[in-house]
């Protein structure tokens, strides 16, 4: 009777719309009401009068700009401005917004401005008998041996109903036959599951094939039915049915568990022998197609693979039924629950919602004054769904938290200076309780009103320029730029470069720059050779009024390029040409150092480095240049074929990535030893005070005694033709410390000292005892260091 009572009141409400207004609270900014409404009413339905249950006035309800403040999607409730009346604005399915869920409850948001009230309205859905219960499948087919033994249960079908609560299914009912009765198991959260349980030994000989039908009943008045056919085929002897190894199965799984991941492994064993003892493992019949989606079971190994996304936000637990099989003509089959716990992760970063009121704040507002509405949510759960909103920067705004969790004003928390700060660019950032925290951030822009009071600010103080040599007349050469905080007019720069007489600008005139964009055009090439740096002013100066202007000093630095062609400075003759003529003796030995080629290069670096090679050469097999001092040397003795007269021609360049060069001509004659010490005597009578001192008592002598200056020219060819006298050698080194030798070789012979006339020696090469006086050896090493090249 009671049940009845209880089943005419539920149908009576399915079409009746309740509404209840509980008033949860009461203020001077939010309120909150809850009202009631059955699923599946049709578009315009009146929920409630939500200004009559606040008690706000009809006439300012348009004038406030009174509405529900919703989401990107369609919204389910609209309000009526002008009477304040909430209605169903699209057609709502229970089942479709709150799957599963015993309390269906759709929390709406009102808001009213100037001043700002927001009212938090809940409307409950009630569900209705709206559909029937319905099986997977129109007919399940069962092999069950025929030496099952009376007790044995088997897994049907779960009929499914999309409506909760008491039209859910609650009960199943199995047409009349004589072997099988109906256990029904409650699995709470997976509802009632039917279990066909063997009553009386089945017998293939007398009836292969039964057939029953199973009735899933709902709760509803007058109830709803879905029915499936049930076939059982009687199978052949197979006695032994596997057995799982534990009692239950219980696990923890992480969410968002990569595809592949094992959950748990069952293992089932059978006593039979072959083919009835090999064991295949596969999903209950009761497992759904969700749980098909997430998980795959091993059919050899009997692993339970993740298969899909596993959310805990979406379900937090899983139970599933995992089938043990043989192989035999007729399998036998059991069942294990293998219980699955989702374990949550912090994987969902908070939502930031933001409404803004105010796009511009007059910098005189007060402190207070509200500046937008933030809300956020977090799909996770406990600790990891719990958000603080902060504000990340040091602004006069601050966060005030709402009556209502998660909800927030942004606020002036003191007055505004748009003198300081013309725009605030702040972050909020949400941030949750997990480990390790996720976060979110919203950027909220708040501008303030602008007066000209911000003098332009260049980039860089002072600027560093380097140019190129040679650039092109007219053409940019690089640019300044400058920035002001202020806006619209008052931030528009134009450039210009004072031309006055000072010192500082007097390079301005070579230079001109654009007033827009600040490039500097240079109005000149510039010659690194003659400059080498300088610098100017640039005045930047904005649009308002008065006028703000700021200057800047820039610093330009000429690069060098190889643009300067290598000078010969030795040898030249007489008339300009890079050309020289030398003499040496005839009877000087390898390595005798004949004269220096000396060059320089006004560029500077690689540009400016010499390198000498022989261009032209006589004969290649007596002469030897070193690349790197340009040292002329003897590579052998002369003989009496050798020409009188060589001709060498030198090049010199520099190491610039394109190299530019110059030539020398050396003419070097080989003459007789006599006439060597002759020129070298005289001009070393010219050079030094003793030699000077020698010549003056060689003429006394001459002239007063003949016969001691006959003496004295029998001793000399004596020497010149002797292999033992005794020679000492004494290099005498310029004073320009420039770490080459005198062009000039002194050697005595006897109480005589003799002076040979030629090129520079390097540091290290001696005149070797024996050898005519007039020779050079060079140490092997030294002339494998001064990277001799052979003609």
Known sequence: MEQRGCGAWLERRQWVVFMVALVLFWSGTSAQIKYSISEELKEGTVVGNIAKDLGIELSTLTERGF???????????????????LYVNRKIDREEVCERSSVCLINLKTVLENPLEIHYVAVEVLDVNDHSPSFPDKEKRLEISESALPGARFQLQTARDPDGGIYSVQQYKLSHNDHFRLEVMDRDEDGKIPILNLQKPLDKES????????????????????????????????DNMPVFNEESYSVMLNENAPVGTTVVRVNATDIDDDLNGEVIYSFGNNVNSKLRNLFVVDTNTGEVIVKGLIDFEVKDRYEIDIQASDRGAVPLTTYKSVKIKIVDLNDNAPEIEVT????????????????A????????????????CSISEDVPFKLVQSLQDNMYSVVTKSPLDRDEVSQYDFTIVAKDAGQPSLSSVKTIIIVVSDVNDNSPEFSLSPYTF?????????????????????????????????RDSGEENKWASFLNINLENGNILALKSFDFERLKTFQFQVVATDSGTPSQSTNVTVNVFILDQNDNTPVILYPVSANGSAEGVEEIPRN????????????????????????????????HSLFALDRYTGQIRTLRSFTETDEAEHKLVILVKDNGNVSLSATATVIINVVDPKEAFAASDVKSSVKDEEENSVTFYLIITLGSVSTLFLISIIVLIVMQCSKTTDYS????????????????????????????????????????PGSNGNTLVIPEHSRLASGEVRC
């Not at 369609?74 to 009346?85: A, K, S, T, W, Y």
């Not at 039964?210 to 509803?220: P, Q």
């Not at 704040?361 to 007060?366: A, G, H, K, L, T």
């Not at 390097?762 to 005149?767: L, V």
Request: proline share 4%; hydrophobic share 35%.
């Open 207 to 238: 009836m292969r094939t039964h057939r029953f039908l199973l009735t899933a009943i709902d709760g509803g008045i007058p109830p709803r039915s879905g029915t499936i056919n049930i076939i059982v085929d009687v199978l052949d002897v197979n």
């Open 588 to 619: 000087v030995n390898a390595g005798h150092l004949v004269t220096k080629v000396r060059a320089y290069d006004a560029d500077i670096g690689y540009n400016g480095w010499l390198l000498f090679s022989l261009q032209e050469v006589t004969d």
């Open 356 to 371: 803004s009121f105010s796009k511009a704040i007059p910098e005189y507002s007060r402190s207070g004054t509200t500046v």
């Open 729 to 768: 050698s004494k290099y005498l080194q310029d004073a320009n410390n420039d770490g080459t030798l005198c062009h000039s070789i002194q050697y005595r012979s006897g109480d005589n000292r003799y002076m040979l006339v030629g090129p520079r020696m390097s540091i290290g090469s001696t005149i070797v």
């Open 373 to 388: 509405l933030i809300s956020v949510n977090d799909l996770d759960s406990g600790l990891n769904g719990k958000v603080i």
């Open 466 to 498: 380097y140019v190129t040599e040679n650039n092109d007349p007219g053409g940019s050469v690089f640019s300044v730029s400058a920035s002001d905080r202020d806006i619209n007019e008052n931030a528009l720069i134009s450039y210009h470069i004072p």
């Open 67 to 85: 509405r529900i403040v919703s989401g990107s999607t369609e919204p389910l409730f609209q309000v009526n401005r002008n009477d304040g009346i």
